[in-house]
T-cell receptor, first 114, second 107 residues
Framework: DAGVIQSPRHEVTEMGQEVTLRCKPI?????LFWYRQTMMRGLELLIY????????DSGMPEDRFSAKMPNASFSTLKIQPSEPRDSAVYFC????????????FGDGTRLSIL | RKEVEQDPGPFNVPEGATVAFNCTYS??????FFWYRQDCRKEPKLLMS???SGNEDGRFTAQLNRASQYISLLIRDSKLSDSATYLC????????FGTGTRLQVFP
């Protein structure tokens, strides 16, 4: 069975550019989560969706970050404009139900903003 | 105080040793608890859920102490392949990951 699929695996771009990260959750899962991981701050929850609806976006750093989930099988995380401090590994995860079920993570997107 | 705290380690142990990690949490209303494992440059993967009565999966034992607000993970008979970072996860109205405890098992 396919797991959570993220793309791209790696992204290197210059500051000021728009970055779009993509995620396909496991089929049948109705909750989707976006995380950011850095050495300094560890794994941080940015936003999560339940049945395609954003439930908690309190972890989104600032207005430069936005996330959408237009349907049950696709989500995007967009950064515009990007800054060097956004460099991190971004993970997408999905689960059957909100917060009390184990989550399955994608391979992550390694983002470097120059 | 952080919502979820872990000793970052590293814990360096020889093969065959028993090692234990603790994780403390601050929200007494927390409902669900998990241990995840993360290998270097890989995604976190669920190791085991933590149940109120404690639970065991092979060489791994997880326990929850609600009174003292901590969870623990015990690994018996350590293998080289157990070398990884172990993240504790606490869920209440939101999901909080600890920063992880690094384990290095040496021959």
């Amino acid at each position: 069975d396919a797991g959570v699929i993220q793309s791209p695996r790696h992204e290197v771009t210059e500051m000021g550019q728009e970055v779009t990260l993509r995620c396909k959750p496991i089929s049948g899962h109705n909750s989707l989560f976006w995380y950011r991981q850095t050495m300094m701050r560890g794994l941080e929850l940015l936003i999560y969706f339940n049945n395609n609806v954003p439930i908690d976006d309190s972890g989104m750093p600032e207005d430069r970050f936005s996330a959408k989930m237009p349907n049950a099988s696709f989500s995007t995380l967009k950064i515009q404009p990007s800054e060097p401090r956004d460099s991190a590994v971004y993970f997408c995860a999905s689960s059957f139900m909100q917060l009390n079920q184990p989550q399955h993570f994608g391979d992550g997107t390694r983002l470097s903003i120059l | 105080r952080k919502e979820v705290e872990q000793d970052p380690g590293p814990f360096n142990v020889p093969e065959g040793a028993t090692v234990a990690f603790n994780c403390t949490y601050s929200n007494s209303a927390s409902q669900s608890f998990f241990w995840y494992r993360q290998d270097c440059r890989k995604e976190p993967k669920l190791l085991m859920s933590v149940y109120s009565s404690g639970n065991e999966d092979g060489r791994f034992t997880a326990q929850l102490n609600r009174a003292s607000q901590y969870i623990s993970l015990l690994i018996r008979d350590s293998k080289l392949s157990d070398s990884a970072t172990y993240l504790c996860v606490v869920a209440s109205d939101k999901l909080i990951f600890g920063t992880g405890t690094r384990l290095q098992v040496f021959p």
